[in-house]
């Protein structure tokens, strides 16, 4: 059984990016691991050590409180949602989020992070600096983003960005099982611009290579790889767009100001981060 962890602070960002994961639990046949973490002040060293614990012992207090009051509120969403036969367990940590998230993922073989990003800024701030940009850039497993407006429904089509690189078709034979699962194509994109080195017959290669299975080649000849993108995203009717990350300047090379702010007001679809293997 996989399995999908995610992190929670209970927002209504959260709660959003909670159905898709219980969606892709559905769909891989997983269980999913909830996490809330909180980080415990440093405090002034004018309190006197029997001070420390009394305040660290409220504030642990409060914040499983908090945790045991929000838990049956996200089991409410599962049953809504038709979800309820889906496992979960939950874990409620002290200290930085990302470095539990390393943590779980060793200590429970974890497949899946799913995490939600929010704002007008999101799209920017997701890939350059956010907990789920530092999840992305940081962890070795594939990560699912899910931007605030991005509503579930029913996946029919998977798009998957490629350089069309021998190592990205293990990646991509992985997102054609997610799309087996849900009954969904997928349509694969290389943008080829006038320094791109690819040649004829690696298409076809990669059409050969995948005859047998339900994928599309896209190769649009083009400079301008973030509209193209963009412009796949539309035309294509793409619900969930899966990535490579290669570097993590490679993300920042691509999500370039302008571009983030068009994709901030007009992309709501999910981003699955796929790692380098």
Same mark, same amino acid.
């Given at each position: 059984?996989?399995?999908?962890?995610?992190?929670?602070?209970?927002?209504?960002?959260?709660?959003?990016?909670?159905?898709?994961?219980?969606?892709?639990?559905?769909?891989?046949?997983?269980?999913?691991?909830?996490?809330? /973490?909180?980080?415990?002040?440093?405090?002034?060293?004018?309190?006197?050590?029997?001070?420390?614990?009394?305040?660290?012992?409220?504030?642990?207090?409060?914040?499983?409180?908090?945790?045991?009051?929000?838990?049956?509120?996200?089991?409410?969403?599962?049953?809504?949602?038709?979800?309820?036969?889906?496992?979960?367990?939950?874990?409620?940590?002290?200290?930085?989020?990302?470095?539990?998230?390393? !943590?779980?993922?060793?200590?429970?073989?974890?497949?899946?992070?799913?995490?939600?990003?929010?704002?007008?800024?999101? @799209?920017?701030?997701?890939?350059?600096?956010?907990?789920?940009?530092?999840?992305?850039?940081?962890?070795?497993?594939?990560?699912?983003?899910?931007?605030?407006?991005?509503?579930?429904?029913?996946?029919?089509?998977?798009?998957? /960005?490629?350089?069309?690189? !021998?190592?990205?078709?293990?990646?991509?034979?992985?997102?054609?099982?997610?799309?087996?699962?849900?009954?969904?194509?997928?349509?694969?994109?290389?943008?080829?611009?006038?320094?791109?080195?690819?040649?004829?017959?690696?298409?076809?290669? @990669?059409?050969?290579?995948?005859?047998? %299975?339900?994928?599309?080649?896209?190769?649009?000849?083009?400079?301008?790889?973030? !509209? /193209?993108? !963009? %412009?796949?995203?539309?035309?294509?009717?793409?619900?969930?767009?899966?990535?490579?990350?290669?570097?993590?300047?490679?993300?920042? @090379?691509?999500?370039?100001?302008?571009? /983030?702010?068009?994709?901030?007001?007009?992309?709501?679809?999910?981003?699955?981060?796929?790692?380098?293997?």
């Amino acid at each position: 059984m996989k399995k999908i962890l995610f992190p929670t602070d209970f927002s209504n960002v959260a709660n959003n990016a909670f159905v898709h994961a219980l969606g892709l639990a559905k769909l891989v046949h997983g269980e999913l691991i909830l996490l809330h /973490t909180y980080e415990l002040p440093i405090i002034d060293n004018q309190f006197a050590p029997q001070n420390y614990k009394e305040v660290f012992d409220s504030l642990e207090l409060t914040n499983f409180d908090k945790f045991k009051d929000e838990i049956p509120k996200l089991r409410q969403l599962a049953i809504e949602n038709n979800c309820e036969h889906i496992k979960m367990s939950h874990i409620l940590m002290d200290g930085d989020l990302i470095y539990n998230v390393k !943590e779980i993922i060793k200590k429970d073989a974890i497949d899946f992070v799913v995490m939600g990003t929010s704002g007008a800024s999101g @799209w920017k701030e997701m890939f350059l600096g956010t907990n789920t940009g530092e999840a992305i850039a940081n962890l070795t497993i594939p990560v699912l983003s899910i931007p605030e407006s991005a509503k579930f429904s029913k996946i029919e089509t998977i798009g998957f /960005t490629t350089r069309f690189r !021998e190592k990205d078709k293990v990646a991509l034979s992985n997102v054609i099982k997610i799309a087996k699962s849900a009954g969904a194509i997928v349509k694969c994109l290389y943008v080829e611009t006038q320094n791109s080195d690819n040649t004829k017959a690696t298409y076809k290669d @990669w059409e050969a290579h995948f005859k047998n %299975e339900s994928v599309q080649f896209h190769i649009i000849p083009s400079d301008n790889v973030n !509209e /193209t993108i !963009e %412009e796949f995203i539309t035309h294509q009717n793409i619900d969930i767009l899966a990535m490579l990350t290669y570097k993590r300047n490679f993300f920042q @090379w691509m999500f370039s100001t302008s571009f /983030t702010e068009k994709m901030s007001y007009h992309c709501t679809i999910p981003i699955l981060a796929l790692h380098e293997l």
